[in-house]
């Protein structure tokens, strides 16, 4: 009998550690659905290859690591967190960077801690295509308003070939408030990193290729890149403040979002206890015309401009005067032309003083005696604003100054249906309206102006070269030159009768101040008895003012001396017009220009004084004005 052959023991060892892993493997396939069923496809990975697996099981190691997809971004707030080891001795974890789209601002609130945010401008919108171009204003603004800002897109070329310009901004739009006794405190600002290394997506202020300076709540750099740009903003921390900031990143490959303009373009004209109004210098790009079709565009279009204003002892408005987002956020007094019924602040196109379009603004609702900035801004092209929108995140110029009367009888006037180069403070009383105002000095020298026409309708103005009475002056000219003259006198500018500038006339000063208070020499020492008794002092230079308005007593900032010498160049002398002599009553009629202390103005004049005939010399000019006045002293005729 044969019997079998017996399998030696180590083979029996290798057939039993078989039979071992295939009941090992047996059993987790029925303990283990994942391993089942390995070959079954993630539905979310199919959708998504790149999105990792969800953590569906405790984790044992404490792993605090979270997912989420909002906009295909992960949220940057993995912190591994080991059971008995201190965050100081393991560290942090790198943080990846946020993606930031083309004129796209990435908006995040950070704590003013020393906390850091990072972002990144990757490759692929770098080389994106450019962004539509999109409609704004009638025309370009005025070169010397804009900067050189805002390139067309028809600049839009890169510098060198391989390279593609890149505008960047950081604008901060919230800050944190003080937690000390530093009420007006300003906090540190923000500090902005850059770097176009692949190998530093975590730029630092120890380690980057920039760092963009950040001052008044914004900073801003254009440079040419060639791939990625990484980003860190970081929040200096501070022990006089606590809270966060907030703040918009951009960037661009057409232009910069948001802008900031180191020009001033605003203007005061004048202001009283209550009001202000300024306006911007020439906005349009062009020469215009009344006639033209541009003009006629600037002048009905929606003004462009807004404007945020501030008491200048706010400082912490002072740190983000030069962020549009923060400003308006944090201003006391906005004024936006696409919501004019929701401010203080009444904004119009005006082309007074020159004929080319500008924007004006009548702020009411000031403090008396107070000092304010006022900070001229666009929201974005004007009628568009925001992100995807070629410069949506807006544009600031320079700030202008301004103080606020304190008296209470002077009071603004502008766009007056007649004397209509009239734009600033006139003789007041709280108990006249702006409406018996504005009607009473209008009709006043409209009537006086009627006058005159008549007698200028005599003047044989269409004739031969022969006939006229001027071959360099005609009849338009005189009637222009003596409409701003009598404007500027019956109208006159007013300022606080305690206002110490030398140059001011005092007037009324008999009458009694509104607040019921009399004149005396313990108020002032300008009223004496001998004072009270000269004309010049005692009552306004059109004694209706004193009748009508009862001012009481104001300071007068005289009609500048050039519009009278201009109205006697350009009216004939049959008119018999002449000015007083230089100690002979021209220091008490008529003021003079000091360009060394402008912007303060220490004489009136109504329109464009840049049009005013400079170059003729001075002896010449000497002469003609002894002619003129000759011949109103045989006469007897004075103005």
């Known amino acids: 009998m044969q019997f ?103 908006k995040r609130s950070i704590h003013g801690g020393g906390d850091t945010h990072y972002w990144v401008f990757q490759n692929k919108t770098l080389w994106g295509p450019h962004a539509p171009v999109t409609s704004g204003l009638p025309s370009s603004l005025y070169d010397g308003m804009a900067g050189g800002t805002s390139p067309s897109l028809e600049g839009q070329q890169n510098d060198r070939e391989g390279f593609q310009m890149v505008f960047i901004s950081l604008s901060v739009c919230d800050q944190p408030s003080t937690n000390s006794s530093k009420q007006n405190g300003a906090p540190p600002q923000l500090e902005l990193y850059i770097s176009v290394s692949s190998s530093n997506q975590n730029p630092s202020p120890e380690n980057n290729n920039d760092a963009v300076a950040v001052d008044g709540g914004f900073g801003s750099l254009t440079l040419n890149a060639t791939s990625d740009i990484y980003f860190a903003v970081l929040a200096p921390a501070s022990s006089d403040f606590s809270g966060n900031y907030s703040y918009e990143l951009a960037v661009s490959i057409d232009a910069p979002y948001a ?134 995140g807006g544009m600031v110029w320079a700030h202008t100054s301004f103080l606020t009367k304190s008296d209470g009888n002077c009071r603004v006037l502008f766009d007056l249906p007649f004397c209509s180069e009239v734009a600033y403070a006139v003789p007041s009383n709280p108990n006249k309206t702006y409406t018996e105002l504005k009607t009473f000095y209008d009709n006043a020298a409209s009537s006086l102006y009627a006058n005159f026409n008549k007698s200028l309708q005599l003047i044989p103005c269409n004739t031969n070269s022969s006939a006229k009475y001027s071959l360099a002056r ?41 607040d019921g208070t009399p004149p005396s020499t313990d108020i002032n020492p300008m009223f004496t008895s001998a004072n009270k008794s000269i004309m010049h002092f005692n009552s306004s230079r059109y004694p209706l003012i004193d009748a009508t308005v009862m001012p009481g007593p104001y300071k007068e900032v005289l009609p500048c001396t050039e519009m ?76």
Request: proline letters at 7%; glycine letters at 6%; hydrophobic letters at 35%.
């Open 564 to 639: 009278c010498y201009e109205l006697v160049r350009s009216c004939p002398a049959s008119l018999q017009f002449a000015c007083p002599l230089q100690g002979r009553g021209l220091e008490h009629s008529y003021g003079n220009r000091n360009p060394d202390l402008q912007p303060l103005v220490t004489c009136n004049y109504l329109g464009n004084i840049t049009g005013l005939s400079v170059g003729v010399p001075q002896d010449r000019n000497f002469a003609l004005l002894t002619i003129a006045c000759a011949t109103a002293l045989l006469v007897g005729v004075f103005v």
């Open 4 to 106: 079998p052959k017996l399998i030696p023991p180590h083979s029996r060892y290798a057939v039993s550690l078989i039979a071992s892993f295939i009941l090992v493997v047996f059993y987790l396939s029925l303990s283990c659905p994942q391993f089942a069923y390995a070959a079954e496809a993630d539905p979310i990975t199919t959708k998504d290859p790149g999105r990792p697996h969800s953590l569906e099981s405790p984790d044992p190691l404490g792993f605090t690591e979270q997912y989420a997809w909002h906009d295909d971004e992960v949220r940057q707030d993995y912190e591994p967190d080991f059971t008995g080891l201190d965050r100081g001795i393991i560290g942090r974890a790198p943080s990846e960077p946020q993606k930031l789209e083309n004129n796209t601002p990435g």
């Open 259 to 392: 802008s900031y303009v180191d020009t001033e373009v605003l203007n005061l004209l004048d202001s009283d206890t209550n009001a202000a109004l300024l306006e911007t210098n020439v906005t349009a790009n062009a020469n215009t015309t009344f006639n033209s079709d541009l003009y006629q565009n600037w002048m009905t279009t929606t003004p462009p401009f807004s404007i945020f204003a501030s008491n200048r002892n706010n400082s912490a408005v002072w740190a983000i005067r030069k962020s549009f987002c923060g400003l308006k956020n944090h201003v006391e007094i906005t004024g936006n032309p696409a919501d004019p019924e929701a401010s203080s602040v009444n904004m119009s196109m005006t082309a007074r003083a020159g004929g080319s379009p500008k924007e004006q603004f009548y702020i009411q609702n000031l403090n008396g005696t107070t000092a304010y900035y006022a900070f001229p801004a666009i929201d974005g092209k004007s009628n568009q604003s925001g992100g995807s929108v070629v410069g949506g």
């Open 474 to 514: 005609n009849c338009t000219d005189c009637a222009n030159a003596y409409k701003k003259w009598l404007c500027a006198v019956v109208i006159p500018r007013c300022e606080d009768f305690s206002s110490n500038h030398t140059w001011l006339k005092p007037r009324n000063i008999n009458q009694m101040f509104i």
